[in-house]
């Protein structure tokens, strides 16, 4: 059938995005292959006469939307041409790309407004961009942007702004680009998948590495890295990722850090990981066999420069300044300046934005410097710091400015050329390339000092004082955009004092009033811990806090202060102290020292304020997000319950109805069975509805310790010998009003956590108690424990840490649903080698136990029942039955027909309108709630003008609070899907007998609200 079919295509999608993700190209392909297949569809053919054939599918035409059944098909068709674009950009094949590319914006348009339209027109607008289309280009963006607001669905709107984003960047407004891309991730990315996220990063640090300030790309890469170390196989763009930050620590530290693990990667992967090693041998000054061998390795892909994607601009680039650099060192500079050339030229042919020709005439003039055409080479570099500036591109300021320093020393213009080289040596410390600083003071053989001894000593104190003190603020802050945990800014904050002012140890003491109240004290020597300060440290610090003033401690030697403490302040109060202190064998503290140090007392408390302003607003942010999360999560297991009740419905009424025309001696056994499945499926839906906080909880009075004693064989049974299950109750009466059913089915769920945590055996510990108003039931295991990061996630939807196949994610989640539902708390503790213990605690109730339930339509005698009805009035009783799913309106047909009602069947309000009209006269409408064109309440207040005396039932799978205030029912009006034939029928006998009782039956204003 049809729905198989599109079913078989979705679940050969998913897989093929599970082996996209793991970086099983082919396999991915062949998924979609066979996705396509059970569409009739063929997977676009990788050729250009095929992509020629697309072409015409861009052309803007008139289109016609397409029908419900056809659009579903179609949806899917666009979804798998999404995935087959992206696998062509993640493995280079840009025909498939552009192919389903085009493919997808023409299948989209028939679609309005969906997701899959906001996706196709984010793609085309990133194909223009390739293409240089400018104008069109960002037509599509915005138009998908549009469309991805309208939708409302996060992860779309992630995906177009990150489109958006990539589009400007492959037209050259990379600052425009890279402020979109940073501004995805930063809103959008918690809906990112970790693919997307490394390329943000990847694409963020390929430009500002070009630019020479890599440390702008850290943010974006830290936060992809650090979601793909979560998982247990990170896809191939998170090792791309390392890579860049270790290109980056190797420009920052002028050293080779350690490389990630090597990967077998293929694709744009590899392609993308070309730059950051290269840079990496450049800034490392490693540019020996190792080097020439990965030089070799990529030549050997015959990839030409002129067709090249950007982001192999910074390995060419890489490459050239190394031959540069060899060629400056060699004593016969023949062999090298061909090889430079030789890197030139590719570098020349891979410029297409301004950023890249600005290394282009840079190199272009080291090339002419080299072979004696100096006039030509300052021309090519007064041309390279025009397009620098206007890029903002540092590096090449730098590499031009290294050139003429040489030039000038061959002219024997010594003088001039040590300046210009401390002009490169100034660029080089502003960007933080402790790289770029040891290669122009090799080559130029100039010092390294940050200060001309010719000055002044006033005038050099002072200005050294003031550039110590904006430097060490600089660090500080940076510390605080890259560490907003207060605890380990404090560190990171002290080790950086400690530093910038030469002393041995320090401590920080700060409590200013926070959400969380806590004093923050840090002690800190060189790095490492100090573990003990002396109690005269910290009454130094005291008496500096008391006073609000400086307070020194010198030597037993001299009076000279090696010790200093100073307050801090913060909106003109003191809120802690610093304090700093130097070994007897350093220099005293000087007045430069103190006056850094009188700074830095009103700038750190600022910035540890910030810091846990930050982090309580991070913490919020995180708690509204996993709300929004569970409510999204929410909303699709209600609709998944929804469409089960209305299956059940049909499954339960006629499994009794069948059990009434059978002898209980020939198949009752097996109609028995049938019966309990569907009552277990019942329950299971109960659970979704109330994880999705959407069903209507069956609450009843109850002592917890009556049902946790009732559970417990279950329980012993279902764990198994190994466990342990120990039962400790209070001896006070712990009465809750809940829904009984969902908190066994809670307990059972954090039982059989704790059975999997236990492999070995274990012991098991089921507890009650009374604390505060409050009844308490906690689960607690001895088993493996959690960590911290586990422990964070725990409540997660889909968050497992169990084996494939051997966990949903779901457990805990929907215990945790239960729980806030029913008004209570969920309190998880557990570290690893310790065991986990659960606690949930509701309100405590001050009502009895009640000693049963009663249920509308209990078992009873179908027989009495038909001949206690089939009176001559009874006969007479016309019901109106209303569902749009054909299957549950026979089955609401044939459980009334047999009690003696007249049933008129409809299938849409519309008809339902129909018949009324023809009846003349309905005594009972039973109706569905959730309805095309017309929802329930809307078909009942129509139904006013024609059968104003009828009596209204409404039966529906959602049966939450705020769809009864919405209908504005009480319970007797209102029967939740899945119901026997016989509770249909009391319900529809109660609502005559209401008829009966009362002149006015229907509500007199019932809000209309449309549903699906």
């Not at 191939?236 to 990967?263: I, S």
Request: charged share 25%.
């Amino acid at each position: 059938s049809a729905a198989t079919a599109e079913a078989r295509a979705r679940l050969h999608g998913r897989c093929a995005w599970v082996h996209q993700q793991v970086g099983h190209g082919e396999a991915a392909w062949s998924e979609l292959s066979r996705a396509f297949a059970a569409l009739s569809e063929r997977l676009p053919a990788e050729s250009p006469r095929a992509l020629a054939g697309s072409a015409w599918r861009l052309v803007p035409r008139r289109t016609t939307l397409a029908g419900p059944q056809e659009a579903g098909r179609l949806g899917i068709l666009c979804d798998l041409h999404y995935q087959n674009a992206r696998l062509g950009e993640e493995y280079e094949r840009p025909l498939r790309l552009l192919q389903s590319t085009v493919r997808a914006y023409r299948l989209s348009r028939r679609l309005g407004s969906t997701p899959a339209r906001a996706r196709s027109e984010a793609m085309v607008a990133t194909a223009l961009a390739i293409m240089g289309r400018r104008d069109e280009s960002r037509r599509h963006a915005d138009e998908g942007m549009r469309i991805a607001r309208e939708t409302g669905q996060l992860d779309v709107l992630a995906f177009c702004s990150q489109m958006r984003g990539m589009a400007s960047c492959f037209l050259g407004d990379f600052d425009q680009g890279l402020a979109r891309l940073s501004k995805t991730v930063l809103r959008h990315g918690r809906w990112m998948e970790v693919g997307e996220l490394c390329l943000c990063g990847q694409t963020t640090h390929a430009i500002e590495s070009v630019r020479g300030e890599p440390t702008h790309a850290v943010p974006l890469l830290r936060v992809a890295t650090a979601r793909a170390r979560r998982l247990n196989a990170p896809p191939p763009a998170a090792h791309v990722a390392e890579l860049c930050l270790r290109a980056h620590e190797a420009v920052a530290q002028g050293a080779a850090p350690a490389l990630p693990a090597r990967e077998d990667l293929r694709g744009f992967p590899r392609t993308a990981a070309w730059g950051p090693v290269t840079r990496r041998f450049l800034e490392s000054d490693e540019l020996g066999a190792e080097f020439e061998a990965h030089v070799a390795l990529f030549a050997q892909g015959k990839q030409s420069a002129r067709t090249a994607h950007p982001i192999l601009f910074e390995h060419y680039v890489s490459v050239a300044y190394a031959r540069l650099r060899q060629t400056i060192l060699a004593p016969d500079r023949g062999a090298p300046l061909a090889r430079l050339k030789k890197a030139v030229a590719e570098v020349l042919a891979s410029a297409r934005f301004p950023l890249y020709r600005a290394h282009a005439l840079v190199l272009e003039g080291a090339v002419r410097w080299l072979s004696g055409d100096l006039d030509k080479a300052r021309a090519r570099l007064a041309e390279a710091d025009v397009l620098a500036d206007q890029e903002k591109c540092v590096w090449a300021r730098f590499q031009a400015e290294r050139i003429r320093a040489h030039m000038l020393r061959d002219e024997a213009h010594r003088a001039s050329a040590e300046q210009r080289a401390r002009i490169a040596l100034t660029i080089a410390r502003d960007a933080k390339a402790l790289s770029w600083e040891r290669l122009i003071c090799e080559e130029l053989e100039i010092s390294a000092s940050r200060s001309s001894s010719a000055r002044r000593p006033s005038v050099v104190t002072s200005q050294a004082s003031h550039r110590r003190q904006l430097q060490t603020l600089l660090h500080l802050f940076e510390v605080a955009t890259r560490q907003p945990a207060v605890e380990e800014q404090g560190r990171l904050f002290l080790d950086e004092v400690v530093s910038s002012l030469d002393a041995a140890r320090g401590l920080l003491v700060f409590d200013a009033e926070s959400a969380r109240g806590a004093a923050l004290i840090c002690a800190r020597q060189r790095g490492a811990a100090w573990d003990e300060p002396p109690q005269d440290v910290r009454a130094l610090v005291d008496g500096a806090r008391e006073a609000g003033m400086l307070r020194t401690r010198g030597s037993e030697k001299d009076d000279a202060p090696r010790a200093v403490a100073v307050p801090l302040w913060l909106r003109g109060e003191v809120v802690g102290g610093l304090y700093l202190e130097r070994d007897g064998d350093q220099p005293a503290f000087e007045d430069e020292d103190l006056d850094v140090l009188f700074a830095l007392s009103y700038q750190v408390s600022v910035a540890l304020q910030l810091a846990r302003a930050m982090g309580d607003r991070e913490r919020l942010e995180q708690s509204l997000r996993q709300s929004q999360k569970m409510e999204a999560i929410g909303r699709l297991a209600g609709g998944i319950a929804h469409d089960f009740n209305n299956m059940l419905t049909v499954m339960v009424g006629t499994i009794q109805l069948l059990s009434l025309k059978v002898d209980e001696g020939e198949a009752g056994r097996e109609i028995d069975m049938l019966a309990q499945v569907t009552d277990r499926a019942s329950r299971l839906t109960n659970q979704l509805l109330a994880f999705s906080r959407q069903s209507s909880t069956q609450l009843e009075v109850f002592d917890v310790d009556v049902a946790l004693d009732a559970l417990a064989p279950m329980l012993r049974r279902l764990i198994g010998d190994h466990v342990r299950v120990e039962l400790v109750l209070d001896a006070r009466p712990g009465v809750v009003h809940l829904d009984r059913g969902l908190l066994e089915q809670a307990v059972v769920n954090l039982a059989l956590n704790a059975r999997d945590a236990m492999p070995a055996g274990g012991h098991l510990v089921l507890r009650s108690a009374v604390r505060e108003g409050r009844v308490v039931v906690e689960v607690r295991d001895d088993g493996a424990g959690m960590s911290r990061e586990v422990r964070e996630n725990a409540l997660e939807p889909f968050f497992t840490t169990k084996e494939r196949g051997k966990g949903t994610g779901l457990g805990l989640a929907m215990v945790y649903g239960f729980v806030e539902q029913s008004g209570g708390q969920l309190h998880i503790d557990s570290e690893l080698g310790r065991g986990t213990s659960v606690e949930l605690s509701f309100p405590r109730s001050e009502r009895r136990p009640e000693l049963g339930a009663m249920v509308i339509g209990a078992s009873r005698d179908r027989n009495e029942s038909q001949s206690a009805t089939a009176s001559g009035e009874m006969l007479r009783t016309t019901v109106l039955v209303v569902d749009d799913d054909p299957l549950v309106l026979q089955t609401l047909a044939l459980g009334l027909e047999p009690e003696g009602y007249r049933v008129v069947a409809a299938e849409t309000p519309a008809k339902a309108l129909r018949l009324a009209a023809a009846l003349g006269g309905v005594d009972v409408v039973v109706s569905d709630v959730m309805m095309p064109e017309m929802n329930g309440p809307a078909l009942v207040e129509a139904l006013r003008e024609i059968v104003p005396d009828a009596a209204v039932l409404f039966v529906s799978g959602y049966a939450d609070a705020d769809l009864r205030e919405t209908i504005e029912l009480k319970s007797r009006h209102f029967l939740r899907k899945p119901f026997h034939p016989d509770e249909l029928c009391a319900a529809v006998r109660e609502a005559l007998r209401l008829k009966s009782e009362s002149t006015e039956i229907l509500p007199q204003r019932i809000p209309a609200e449309n549903g699906t």
